[in-house]
């Protein structure tokens, strides 16, 4: 059974996507542009950046061993540190004027000095239709410095192997690479969610040890005849007190929560299989589908049957 997080993954339909390794010399820089169901990432494998997120004040340092991670797809620039943000070029342009393929390594810059920046640079792509707090709160970039160490062992052998197979053309190394950095994005967002354990910015609760065990029995059947008393239970909490912590921590009622997944399954059993709208009502928890017709269009703003319709 999938525990909170991979289910939100699973549903998401993330798939990864790693669009080049480079051999930057100085000075150089580029400009990535939005994308929309994109989240963007960028692992310096050898010396250092500049990265400077579209619409922010701040630029982001990324070191050796660092990994950033731009959940929401915003534009962004990759510079050296003595490039003038002013002198960066459009992304498709670099990989114009480089002649770059799609694979191998795209090389940009002067000469090298010495002073090589080697990033793996790629993203995760994921389906429109299902939405979640945990990524709809996260912010504008997630900086993980010497994210390897940071990690664990595991997660500098995922690196280590994406590494590898985008270094020299192996048999099935681009799909081993895209499983890795479809492993490393799940593994950098459990990591930041745990930073939060503490925190009060509507994703602590996510990684709140009783909160979670609530939550991953929601996720895992979402049919049940599911009460705050039954969570709280599932909790290990009194009810007043895992209401309390709740509403706190994830910033939504329990019972809120519980429609608000409900609906985010029933969205894809619409999409993604010919199940009738009575089974699909029964499958997230509705005794009628005109019950469940209520409360899908009080949740998304269509019928079931309008939103299953070509649009």
């Given at each position: 059974?999938?525990d909170?997080?991979?289910?939100?993954?699973?549903?998401?339909?993330?798939?990864?996507?790693?669009?080049?390794?480079?051999?930057?010399?100085?000075?150089?820089?580029?400009?990535?542009?939005?994308?929309?169901n994109?989240?963007?990432?960028?692992?310096?494998?050898?010396?250092?950046?500049?990265?400077?997120?579209?619409?922010?004040?701040?630029?982001v340092?990324?070191?050796?061993?660092?990994?950033?991670?731009?959940?929401?797809?915003?534009?962004?620039?990759?510079?050296?540190?003595?490039?003038?943000?002013?002198?960066?070029?459009?992304?498709?342009?670099?990989?114009?004027?480089?002649?770059?393929?799609?694979?191998?390594?795209?090389?940009?810059?002067?000469?090298?000095?010495g002073?090589?920046?080697?990033?793996i640079?790629?993203?995760i792509?994921?389906g429109?239709?299902v939405?979640?707090?945990i990524?709809?709160?996260?912010?504008?970039?997630?900086?993980?410095?010497n994210?390897?160490?940071?990690?664990?062992?595991?997660?500098?052998?995922?690196l280590?192997?994406?590494?590898?197979?985008?270094?020299?053309p192996?048999?099935?190394?681009?799909?081993i690479?895209?499983k890795?950095?479809?492993?490393?994005?799940?593994?950098?967002?459990?990591?930041?969610?745990?930073?939060?354990?503490?925190g009060?910015?509507?994703?602590?609760?996510?990684?709140?040890?009783?909160?979670?065990?609530?939550?991953?029995?929601?996720?895992?059947?979402?049919?049940d005849?599911w009460?705050?008393?039954?969570?709280?239970?599932?909790a290990?909490?009194?009810?007043?007190?895992?209401?309390?912590?709740?509403?706190?921590?994830?910033?939504l009622?329990?019972?809120?929560?519980?429609t608000?997944?409900r609906?985010?399954?029933?969205?894809?059993?619409?999409?993604?299989?010919?199940s009738?709208?009575g089974?699909?009502?029964?499958?997230?928890?509705?005794?009628?589908?005109s019950?469940?017709?209520?409360?899908?269009?009080?949740e998304?703003?269509?019928?079931?049957a309008n939103?299953?319709?070509?649009?």
């Amino acid at each position: 059974m999938l525990d909170l997080l991979s289910d939100v993954l699973a549903r998401l339909k993330i798939q990864g996507t790693l669009y080049f390794r480079t051999s930057f010399s100085p000075p150089w820089g580029l400009e990535v542009p939005p994308y929309e169901n994109v989240a963007r990432f960028h692992f310096a494998h050898r010396g250092n950046c500049r990265v400077r997120i579209s619409g922010t004040q701040e630029s982001v340092a990324l070191e050796q061993g660092d990994l950033i991670i731009i959940p929401h797809g915003a534009g962004h620039k990759l510079l050296s540190e003595t490039t003038p943000e002013t002198d960066t070029l459009p992304l498709d342009q670099v990989l114009q004027e480089t002649g770059y393929s799609g694979t191998g390594i795209l090389v940009h810059g002067e000469p090298s000095d010495g002073r090589t920046t080697e990033l793996i640079c790629g993203h995760i792509s994921f389906g429109s239709a299902v939405r979640h707090p945990i990524f709809e709160r996260l912010p504008e970039w997630i900086h993980i410095r010497n994210y390897g160490a940071t990690a664990g062992a595991w997660m500098e052998a995922t690196l280590r192997v994406i590494s590898e197979e985008t270094s020299a053309p192996r048999p099935g190394g681009d799909l081993i690479a895209l499983k890795m950095a479809e492993a490393l994005f799940a593994q950098s967002i459990r990591a930041f969610l745990e930073e939060q354990a503490g925190g009060a910015d509507g994703l602590s609760g996510f990684a709140d040890p009783q909160l979670s065990r609530a939550l991953n029995a929601v996720h895992q059947n979402p049919a049940d005849n599911w009460t705050v008393a039954s969570l709280a239970k599932a909790a290990g909490m009194s009810r007043t007190v895992f209401a309390q912590q709740f509403a706190q921590k994830i910033r939504l009622k329990p019972m809120q929560y519980v429609t608000f997944w409900r609906m985010q399954v029933a969205q894809q059993l619409l999409t993604d299989t010919q199940s009738s709208v009575g089974d699909i009502a029964a499958q997230v928890g509705y005794a009628s589908e005109s019950a469940f017709a209520r409360a899908f269009k009080a949740e998304i703003g269509l019928t079931p049957a309008n939103f299953r319709k070509p649009r």
